[in-house]
């Protein structure tokens, strides 16, 4: 054999790679000069890791301790892990224990050919006793480096660099995907933003100017009370068009509102929506404009409204006749109210009372949410209808779509609004959120996208064993309750994604203000489990889009993991639309109504992240709407099955088209100094609402 050079200083054969190897030339120099590794059959163009816990061969040379080691017949492998353990022992012991080491490999651990370990060949190069120092910068290197970096910032341009799907309870991902950080506004795409809010706008105001509702393809309005319209569509609109700068649309909107408009009507009009959608607009556009004029309406329109609070919980009645000023109980309830909608008046009520210092309003709102602390529900979720006399939850739906929704995002933005005064609202948020990663937070089995599901309720007469692993909630009742999951999704949810991504960098930070996107150190653990759950929901949300007409359906399913063994290489996403095919008379599932949800979490993650593949994934949710539901002769439409580009269309435009989703839409191409989020909330309609500072007595329930 020959020679491969001294590798190690040691003492002994089985301490060749421990600490004590330096003190050996010095202490034992015949046996130093005996000892060699022979390596046998190591690919040539690779270094050998001296230290490494794998078992090495030796082989003996010359030297006055050869009689003795030639007991080794052939090649002798010491387990290294063990000769390290020894190092760490007394002297005295741990040269014991290395003779009785040797001796045992001599006896036990002898190699032949065909047990050689991981394939070391007979005859290596020679190896000196210290490696040589390999020169870190050379020419093929930088080279290497050089190319590598070219091609990421080609891929990183054009968004091929994408991140896998990270877990929603342990990883970080301070700045989502692709993109770059981008600051100012996107003039070309503000602007044709703006150009659709005139399109529709126009339309409106030549064919129904005034009416709540406004049907586009019949070029008519409509109203929610025979006895006249209370203005709808003009309120929620009239802020998104005067932050836009359309200044002579904004005169005739506040025209009509200065001559026509009336609430002196006889009809039975509904709590929550004309809460958020016309108190909300005529607060937002008095704080913009300081117009006199829309404080005085929202005044009158809450005191009209005030008797809908007049029930024994004082939890507010779903109608209200705002002509004879009395509260209606809606036939069609049976006593029952929506949660969300009771849940859902605040920020607007109490905003309203820090104007006219009147407290009033904040006391008939926040009595709401005093009813709801008292009523305790495990997890912290609710169910999604309360008894308006009683004060108790029934046993009901807990779900974070359709009257579960904005109960969630009003505990955050409570919080927010009298500037992070009032600790219950946190508190309460915090729970909350808890809860929905506990119980809610679910997996699809495709490509692992986070989505929330659904707790619906099933009569049993077991007290403590319930269906679904991990998954339990009680209402409070005398029965006990079986809660099945249901992996569905509303697009409603969507608001999730950017209300905790909003949550994490306010609510959830150890720092009094974080930077963008938020470094791991700034933020408590549950923001950083929020942050990382709301990038995801958001990748949801947008993969919900890829459909036929790049358009996001009403509602999603996800498939479970019985369905995906069944179904095997069928299934090509982690979600379905039920029942939606073309050419077949769609569900209302398949539907696109023009929700804004997907577009307010892309407009908060940009804000916060500053990454501008927002800014394209909002761009092209623009285009898909641009290409299906814009009318040539004015105004847009929903469309009845997004799964067909040549769906039908349906004959109406909501009021939140031109209030939310334009709105957002603007705000995340315009500059960021417009309605910034440290300075401002949004209400569940996107109307703005300053942050202030209370002079109200803070919630202490």
């Known amino acids: 054999m020959r020679n491969c050079g001294i590798i190690y200083k040691v003492p002994w054969a089985a301490s060749l790679l421990t600490a004590q190897g330096h003190k050996c030339q010095r202490r034992y120099p015949t046996l130093y000069s005996t000892l060699v590794l022979q390596v046998r059959q190591r690919p040539s163009n690779t270094s050998l890791d001296y230290r490494e816990p794998r078992c090495f061969l030796l082989q003996t040379q010359t030297g006055s301790w050869r009689p003795y080691l030639e007991r080794v017949t052939s090649y002798v492998a010491f387990d290294i892990s063990r000769a390290y353990q020894l190092a760490k022992r007394p002297k005295s012991r741990r040269m014991a224990e290395y003779y009785e080491l040797e001796e045992s490999a001599l006896r036990h651990r002898r190699m032949d050919v065909e047990d050689r370990t991981n394939g070391f060949r007979v005859v290596d190069d020679y190896h000196p006793l210290k490696p040589k120092r390999r020169r870190i910068f050379t020419f093929r290197r930088v080279l290497l480096a050089i190319l590598t970096l070219v091609v990421l910032v080609?891929?990183?341009k054009f968004e091929y660099v994408r991140l896998p799907y990270p877990s929603f309870t342990d990883s970080w991902n301070p700045l989502p995907t692709g993109g770059s950080a981008t600051s100012g506004p996107d003039v070309k795409k503000r602007d044709a933003v703006v150009e659709a809010f005139r399109h529709?706008?126009?339309?409106?105001?030549?064919d129904a100017m005034g009416a709540d509702e406004y049907h586009p393809l019949s070029h008519q309005g409509s109203n929610f009370s025979s006895h006249g319209s209370v203005g709808y569509m003009v309120i929620d609109a009239i802020d998104t068009m005067y932050l836009m700068g359309l200044k002579e649309e904004?005169?005739?909107a506040r025209s009509w509102m200065a001559t026509q408009h009336t609430f002196d009507r006889d009809g039975n009009f509904n709590t929550f929506e004309t809460t958020i959608r016309?108190?909300?607009g005529l607060l937002s556009i008095y704080h913009l404009t300081k117009d006199r004029l829309y404080l005085d309406k929202a005044t009158d329109l809450a005191n009209r409204m005030l008797p809908v609070f007049d029930t024994p919980s004082g939890l507010a009645l779903s109608m209200a006749n705002l002509g004879l000023q009395q509260a209606v109980d809606d036939p069609g309830s049976a006593g029952l109210i929506s949660t969300a909608e009771a849940t859902t008046l605040q920020l607007e009520f109490r905003y309203l009372s820090h104007l006219t210092e009147n407290p009033i309003y904040w006391d008939k709102a926040e009595k709401a949410m005093r009813v709801l602390r008292?009523?305790?529900?495990?997890?912290?979720?609710?169910?999604?209808?309360?008894?308006?006399?009683?004060?108790?939850?029934?046993d009901s739906e807990i779900r974070l779509g359709s009257r579960g929704d904005s109960y969630y995002e009003y505990l955050l933005k409570q919080y927010l609004q009298t500037n992070k005064t009032e600790h219950v609202y946190r508190e309460m948020y915090d729970a909350a959120m808890q809860g929905i990663h506990d119980k809610l937070l679910v997996k699809g089995v495709k490509k692992g996208l986070t989505f929330t599901a659904e707790l619906i309720p099933t009569h049993s007469q077991a007290a403590k064993e319930y269906v679904y692993p991990s998954r339990f909630i009680s209402p409070p009742s005398k029965r006990f309750r079986k809660y099945t999951l249901q992996r569905k999704q509303d697009h409603l949810v969507c608001f999730l994604g950017g209300s905790l991504m909003l949550g994490a960098t306010t609510a959830?930070?150890?720092?009094?203000?974080?930077?963008?996107?938020?470094?791991e150190h700034q933020l408590t653990n549950g923001g950083k489990r929020d942050w990382q759950t709301g990038y995801e929901l958001i990748e949801t949300c947008v993969d919900t889009h890829n459909t036929a007409t790049g358009l996001s359906p009403e509602i999603a399913y996800f498939y479970s993991p019985e369905e995906a063994e069944r179904r095997g290489a069928e299934i090509k996403a982690d979600w379905y639309i039920k029942n939606a095919r073309p050419g077949a008379w769609p569900v209302y599932d398949a539907r696109y109504i023009l929700r804004p949800e997907t577009v307010e979490s892309i407009f908060l993650a940009y804000r916060l992240t500053g990454n501008s593949r927002y800014r394209k994934i909002g761009w092209r949710i623009f285009q898909s709407i641009e290409k299906h539901c814009r009318l040539d002769e004015g105004g847009y439409s929903s469309i009845l099955n997004v799964d067909d580009v040549n769906s039908k269309k349906d004959d109406k435009m909501e009021t939140f088209w031109l209030a939310e989703t334009l709105k957002y839409l603007y705000l995340l191409f315009e500059d960021e100094?417009?309605?910034?989020?440290?300075?401002?909330?949004?209400?569940?309609?996107a109307h703005p609402l300053p942050i202030f500072m209370p002079n109200h007595p803070l919630a202490d329930f």
């Open 154 to 156: 080609v891929l990183h």
């Open 200 to 206: 529709s706008w126009l339309a409106y105001e030549q």
């Open 250 to 252: 904004y005169q005739r």
């Open 278 to 280: 016309i108190l909300g």
């Open 374 to 394: 008292a009523a305790k529900q495990p997890s912290n979720l609710v169910p999604i209808y309360m008894n308006a006399n009683s004060g108790l939850f029934i």
């Open 508 to 519: 959830g930070t150890r720092v009094e203000k974080v930077s963008r996107p938020p470094r």
């Open 673 to 685: 100094s417009v309605i910034p989020l440290d300075k401002y909330v949004f209400n569940t309609e």
